[in-house]
């Protein structure tokens, strides 16, 4: 019966403490970490005519050199991928909003299909999606 009870509470312990070590981050780790956050927030912007015709084949180029997935859909205001699914291959899709006197945005969204009791946050896809985000802004703002 003791052989039981110390089962149990061997049991509840470990379901409920789980360790996660984490060495901290080097300082440029933090500044690169920074300049991610700030190049993702940037906005994607062009004026109706070359500018946006360039900016599009510039996305629609990102898209297919850093994409697992194959096109699902490409149009002149819209791009997607295929998948996430239940795998960490990225996948994409990009917008193109019209915001008025010829202006328009390219809204850039980036999703991982991974998901995990352990890591509600999906530590595995989100650092990697703010990456291809800033990635994907710089290329195409270039």
């Excluded at 697992?68 to 291959?89: C, M, N, Q, R």
């Amino acid at each position: 019966m003791r052989l039981a009870w110390i089962g149990l509470f061997l049991a509840v312990v470990s379901q409920g403490c789980w360790i996660k070590w984490e060495i901290p981050p080097t300082p440029e780790q933090v500044a690169h970490a920074a300049k991610v956050r700030e190049d993702a927030s940037k906005p994607v912007t062009c004026q109706r005519g070359d500018e946006c015709e360039i900016k599009w084949a510039r996305a629609l180029a990102w898209i297919h050199e850093h994409s697992y997935w194959k096109l699902d859909t490409a149009t002149d205001s819209i791009v997607t991928t295929a998948g996430p699914f239940s795998t960490e291959h990225t996948a994409y899709s990009v917008l193109k909003v019209p915001l008025g006197n010829g202006v328009y945005r390219l809204d850039f969204q980036a999703k991982c299909g991974v998901r995990d009791a352990l890591y509600p946050k999906n530590d595995i896809c989100e650092p990697k999606l703010l990456e291809a985000v800033a990635s994907f802004v710089n290329y195409v703002n270039q």
